[in-house]
């Protein structure tokens, strides 16, 4: 991989955007070095949470942006249909991030600009240190949201609020960030990676299956009626009360004693 780095251990994946001399902007490369690392990952049974961030700056090694958004250097001369092409390049491994079976969280270290703010809003959880910044600055460049902004914002912030941000091309820090609800959490930047780090090993000591199935009825059930939805959750219910991690630990806990969760 050119612009991905992969790091494994503890059962947590950590997995860096690195284009250090272009503040971690995603083209396609990028794009298509995530959807493979990202099947991969999916396939590993010894991945129970994936932490995505982004690499440090080439200048001065600082962590100055997360990602600062789509290369604007590789769409200036886009077709109409290559720019659908390649906001369609970027739906794939968005929407695997969003949809794999293990937990997916951001780790948010400055610009989350544009793309950025669209691959952080496909994860699961958003964690943002204290200098992060996000914006959605498309339409000040004559174009739209194309991985998924004006979709997956209004759901995350509602639609007043996401018209707000990408209609003005404001940017917003990490504490407004959270005030509306777009990050679950903001911290010191030193200590960005020790809390992705920590929330990440409080998922795995949990029954790693039930959450994978937690995560499918949540995202699956969003847009159903109430109706439907509740069903789909008695169905998928009833699925986690037939694996041992449900007989372990309801046991355990009858018993007063620590479970030992094993299923994937």
Known sequence: MN?????????????????????????S?????????????????????????????????????F????????MVNFSAAEARAFGMRAAEPFFKLMNMRQV??????????????EIAMACDIRIASDNATFAQPETGLGIIPGFGGTQRLARLVGMGRAKELIFT????DAAEAYRIGLVNKVVAKEELMD????????????????????????NNGYDMDIKNAVEMEANLFGITCSTHDKTEGMSAF???????LTDF
Do not use: H
């Open 67 to 74: 990602v600062a958004g789509a290369d604007i250097a590789e």
């Open 195 to 218: 809390t992705a780090k920590k929330m990440a090993s409080k998922i795995i000591s949990k029954g790693s299956y039930a959450v994978s199935i937690a995560k499918a009825a949540i």
């Open 29 to 65: 490369e990028t794009l298509d070095e995530l959807n493979t690392v990202l099947s991969e990952i999916e396939a590993r049974d010894d991945v129970k949470v994936v932490i995505l961030t982004g690499g440090p700056d080439k200048k001065d090694n600082a962590f100055k942006s």
């Open 169 to 172: 091309c404001d940017n917003i």
């Open 3 to 27: 612009n991905l780095k992969l790091d494994v251990a503890d059962q947590i994946a950590i997995l860096t955007i690195s284009r250090p001399g272009a503040l971690n902007a995603l083209n």
């Open 104 to 117: 997916t969280i951001a780790a948010i270290n400055g610009f989350a600009l544009g793309g950025g703010c």
């Open 254 to 260: 009858l018993e007063r004693r620590a479970a030992d």
